[in-house]
């Protein structure tokens, strides 16, 4: 027998075996992860959008229950020969190395969804160029017309295309078998993300400002009661620009995971952004060490003659989508 259901998030109506009770699934349509009803038929409260969630169905062994309505995908390699990821607090070291045993078999797939977005950038961006060069023969007034329209076309494409890219490395950070079709599944997400991205620009560049902004005026003031008002506010703009990116750093890791929580959970921008904050909590050291790692990472493939690069840019992209994984299963903070 199967139980049939509404998916919470998209009404979408999914249908799972009766083993599968109770027990979390994630919807074909939305990526939404959602609880099976229990076999009288009634659907167990949903669980917190940050709160720990079992591996996906589709990581489940072979010949064990799982999800009839997940896209077929096949997989050359079982999910079965990558170990287990550990919980815990997060560890820079350990994130490496759960990224290397993923990345061995899916190296081929993830080079690929690395570079998609970057491939279709150039191909959209030598296009353009074409239009505008022809239409500034033509008519300047032209050119700026389709030079302001193609912005408008290529931010929501380009944004299409991330969220791809990262809802493509998710799962294989999760455990699923690697699919190159979910790379053109991120329309969903468009909006919330481009809301989210502005969103965060604005909240770090005015912190930034005022965290410049203030000790430069304190200095200035101080300046010009002792005669020096040049000299105050040099001094007041370096420590201002000294706690500026100290502030900018820190909310940066804060909010690091919420386009991941975003795709990921489902959830809109203030509750990606609140997710972020609260499963980062005691993980920023770490969060920043990942980045230092995959930096020098990227400059050894840059030195390589740049060959290097397409093994370090589809790495560290998958890196930090199992960082992002690691945080998530090991949270235990549940929204407000």
Not at 198 to 225: E, F, K, Q, Y
Request: hydrophobic residues 55%; proline residues 8%.
């Amino acid at each position: 027998m199967s139980i049939e259901f509404n998916c919470s998030q998209c009404q979408t109506m999914l249908r799972v075996p009766e083993a599968a009770a109770g027990k979390s699934v994630r919807c074909p349509k939305c990526s939404a992860v959602v609880t099976a009803p229990n076999g009288d038929g009634l659907q167990p409260p949903t669980p917190s959008p940050f709160s720990v969630v079992p591996p996906p169905p589709s990581a489940i062994p072979h010949g064990a229950e799982e999800n009839p309505y997940a896209s077929p995908v096949p997989s050359t390699v079982p999910t079965s020969s990558i170990p287990d990821m550990v919980g815990g607090p997060l560890e820079a070291g350990y994130v490496l190395s759960r990224t290397w045993e993923i990345f061995k078999i899916h190296w081929g797939l993830c080079l690929v969804a690395a570079l998609i977005p970057g491939g279709v950038q150039q191909l959209v961006s030598m296009v353009l160029q074409v239009f505008i060069g022809v239409a500034a023969q033509i008519d300047p007034i032209l050119a700026v017309i389709i030079l302001f329209l193609a912005v408008l076309i290529a931010i929501p494409l380009m944004v299409w295309l991330n969220v791809g890219q990262m809802l493509f490395m998710l799962r294989v950070a999760q455990g699923e078998a690697p699919e190159i079709g979910i790379m053109f599944r991120g329309a969903p997400w468009i909006l919330r993300m481009v809301g989210l991205w502005l969103l965060l620009s604005l909240l770090l560049n005015v912190t930034l400002w005022i965290c410049i902004g203030i000790p430069a005026g304190v200095g200035v003031a101080l300046g010009a009661a002792l005669g020096e008002p040049g000299g105050g506010a040099l001094v007041g703009v370096i420590l201002g620009a000294v706690v500026g990116l100290i502030v900018f750093a820190y909310l940066t890791f804060a909010f690091s995971q919420a386009a991941y929580l975003m795709i990921d959970r489902n959830v809109g921008v203030m509750d990606s952004l609140r997710g972020s904050w609260q499963i980062t909590q005691g993980n920023k050291l770490a969060i920043f060490l990942v980045y230092l790692m995959l930096m020098l990472i990227n400059l050894g493939g840059l030195a390589a003659c740049c060959i290097g690069v397409m093994a370090t840019m589809p790495f560290s992209i998958l890196a930090l989508a199992v960082m992002y994984t690691i945080m998530a299963r090991s949270s235990q903070t549940q929204m407000a």
